[in-house]
């Protein structure tokens, strides 16, 4: 895996994107295979404005994020793939006004499938995700980048054309 990955690429794939960008996704670290990404709490961002926790749906979007930079970062690089299985276990409210991580670890690698398991828990944590708000286990497929373009099997609208 090249340093220009880990230092340039795997943090826009982290946080460049439109959605994750919007939702303030940060690449915390990278240790060997473990994965680590930050959101910082906002008030847009809680799902409930009486108890001030973030959302269940950002949790699960976190987990499913993170779990794919992982895959990348076993895979040594940028392929196409896409979450085949996503199963997010929440144990707990997160505390509230409180950045969540979400780390994870891509413990397998197939021809065609990664294997992911991913905790969420709060920043500052002693424990780090001993003491999870929610834990994942995913399955991504990876794609032959060149063949498999997103898109390569539509055709251009005609004008006049039905449809």
């Given at each position: 895996m090249s340093d220009t990955f880990l230092t340039e690429i795997l943090p826009q794939l982290a946080g460049g994107a439109a959605h994750t960008q919007a939702l303030g996704f940060r690449l915390e670290s990278v240790e060997g295979q473990i994965v680590r990404?930050?959101?910082?709490?906002?008030?847009?961002?809680?799902?409930?404005?009486?108890?001030?926790?973030?959302?269940?749906?950002?949790?699960?979007?976190?987990?499913?994020?993170?779990?794919?930079?992982?895959?990348?970062?076993?895979?040594?690089?940028?392929?196409?793939?896409?979450?085949?299985?996503?199963?997010?276990?929440?144990?707990?409210?997160?505390?509230?006004?409180?950045?969540?991580?979400?780390?994870?670890?891509?413990?397998?690698?197939?021809r065609n499938i990664a294997f992911v398991r991913a905790w969420a828990f709060e920043a500052g944590a002693d424990d780090g995700p001993g003491d999870p708000v929610a834990a994942a286990q995913s399955a991504y497929v990876i794609t032959e980048n060149a063949s498999h373009r997103t898109g390569a099997n539509l055709k251009p609208r005609t004008e006049g054309a039905a449809r």
């Open positions: 990404l930050r959101t910082p709490w906002r008030e847009d961002l809680v799902g409930d404005p009486d108890t001030g926790v973030l959302a269940g749906g950002l949790v699960t979007t976190m987990l499913d994020h993170v779990g794919g930079l992982a895959t990348w970062v076993a895979l040594g690089g940028f392929q196409n793939i896409a979450t085949l299985d996503l199963r997010v276990d929440y144990m707990r409210a997160a505390r509230p006004k409180t950045d969540l991580i979400a780390e994870a670890h891509c413990f397998k690698v197939t």
